[in-house]
């Protein structure tokens, strides 16, 4: 069999895929760390309403990725590519990213609630029109086990540095014009153009024609071909004929409802084990980290004892990500995804453990346990996104149609629901303990039962939650031989 390496893929396709996590990063960290702060700290939004305003964005999220993900298959079917979802995305997100910051300054409380809840709804529309078909992508533009790896590990290279530059810049940006709500305004702007040109890179970068079906029908045709001539044999022919013309060879299912499109969804998670024990540790992960991401600038507030102590605790988490992602690559080469994400969890809950004393003992020695934290944060980004297409080629190869969009939504929806739902628990925990929240600059004094609350939702939580996810990894059981169709080598 033949077979690519990330070498072989065009350079724009390369640096385009990598620089869409500029978009990625920016959307899923600045609101998971800043806006529940925002909602509470800002526009006087009590703690208990405000976990629901950022939940509802993602509950939305549950029902329109999937049906984006199964019309994202159905337009690649049609046109050979996954462009004009990625070109609607980063066209519609900048300004409605914007809107969520800019709550008019006669808004205040329920009303503010309701005016984040209706430009965060829209705003995750419009990421998921470009999110979702960018997750499919990769199934595409690297055609094995090994290359997945290598092609993933420069977008989390950028996404790193998004990560930071958005989590430190932002509220960077927000300071330097005053902070409060014009201060967030212009950071929401701000930050919006730069998320929209990071998508606006991976659209330009993205290939023209699809590739995922092509290569899993190639691999079908040598290793499969009998039996899918009986089970497909008019699909078969026109395959070879879109074979022919460059069009993709495997078929695209084509729901034309969003019901449908959630059946879709729903079935892929039923026939698919390896999907649905990727998905629950991924999800639980996105819980984690969207739970530690939102408790941070409570921490810098109120246990480090300054608002911009966030800034350094967003680079010591992200930044080691930067440093070991090339030994982050050569370790799933080495021992495979699936382990390499093992060990990476067990380290990072190790990690966030070892920060719950920060409650009786504040200071600069939680940068340490964040760093190590940081370091099992780019093993945890990188394995479970290179094992997704790994499932999607698998899926295409066995069942003859392409679902790699329908997989990208539900998974999606899972983890921008898990990113959501991490400052949900946040600010449910802060509710039971006591917060008591603002609208002014001046910090309120806490009660010890809150600031007790803060630094469990910053240590222990995160690690509670990935440790669970160790449970569903157990049953992922996609391995290197089995991805590439090589029998001869797993036996």
């Not at 810049?169 to 930050?191: E, F, K, T």
């Not at 092509?214 to 070879?240: F, V």
């Not at 917060?435 to 509670?464: C, I, N, Y």
């Amino acid at each position: 069999m033949t077979r690519r390496d990330t070498a072989a893929i065009p350079r724009r396709t390369v640096v385009g895929y990598a620089l869409g996590s500029v978009g990625t990063g920016g959307f899923g960290t600045l609101p998971g760390l800043v806006l529940a702060y925002y909602l509470t700290d800002t526009l006087g939004v009590a703690a208990g309403v405000a976990s629901l305003v950022v939940t509802v964005p993602k509950l939305w999220d549950v029902v329109i990725d999937p049906f984006i993900g199964a019309r994202s298959d159905a337009d690649a079917a049609r046109h050979g590519s996954r462009r004009r979802f990625l070109l609607a995305g980063a066209l519609a997100l900048p300004l409605l990213f914007a809107a969520v910051f800019a709550a008019p300054p006669a808004v205040r409380g329920a009303a503010a609630a309701a005016w984040v809840v209706v430009t965060f709804v829209a705003a995750a529309t419009a990421f998921s029109l470009f999110q979702v078909p960018y997750i499919a992508l990769p199934a595409e533009i690297a055609p094995d086990y090994a290359s997945r790896t290598r092609l993933l590990a420069p977008r989390i290279a950028v996404l790193a540095v998004a990560i930071l530059a958005f989590g430190a810049g932002g509220p960077l940006v927000r300071d330097a014009v005053g902070g409060g709500r014009a201060g967030y305004a212009v950071m929401g702007l701000v930050c919006g153009v730069t998320i929209g040109l990071g998508m606006l890179a991976a659209w330009w970068g993205a290939p023209r024609r699809a590739e995922v079906a092509t290569s899993a029908g190639r691999l079908s045709d040598e290793h499969h071909g009998a039996a899918h001539e009986n089970k497909h044999e008019n699909t078969h022919e026109n395959e070879h004929d879109d074979q022919r013309d460059g069009e993709p060879a495997v078929a695209a299912p084509r729901p034309a409802r969003r019901g449908d499109a959630l059946r879709a969804g729903v079935a892929a998670l039923r026939e698919l084990p390896a999907f649905r024990a990727l998905l629950a540790t991924f999800v639980l992960q996105a819980l984690a980290t969207g739970a530690m991401l939102a408790a941070a600038q409570y921490v810098a507030t109120y246990t480090l004892g300054s608002e911009g102590a966030v800034t350094v605790l967003f680079a010591a988490l992200v930044a080691p990500a930067l440093l070991v992602m090339p030994l982050a690559t050569r370790v799933a080469d080495r021992i495979g995804k699936c382990r390499a994400l093992v060990g990476s969890s067990v380290l990072f809950a190790l990690a966030a453990l070892a920060l719950v004393p920060a409650r009786e003992a504040p200071g600069a020695w939680v940068y340490a346990p964040v760093a190590l934290a940081g370091v099992a944060y780019a093993g945890m980004q990188l394995y479970p996104l290179a094992m997704l297409p790994d499932v999607a080629v698998v899926d295409a190869r066995e069942r003859g149609v392409d679902r790699a969009g329908v997989l990208g939504g539900v998974w999606t929806a899972g983890e921008t629901a898990g990113l959501a739902l991490g400052p949900t628990l946040v600010l449910a925990l802060l509710a039971v303990t006591g917060f008591v929240s603002r609208t002014g600059d001046e910090v309120v004094a806490q009660p010890g039962s809150a600031l007790t609350g803060v630094v469990v939702a910053f240590s222990a939580l995160p690690a509670v939650l990935v440790g669970l996810s160790l449970i569903p990894l157990s049953r992922y059981r996609l391995t290197a031989e089995i991805v590439d169709d090589r029998p001869e080598v797993a036996a």
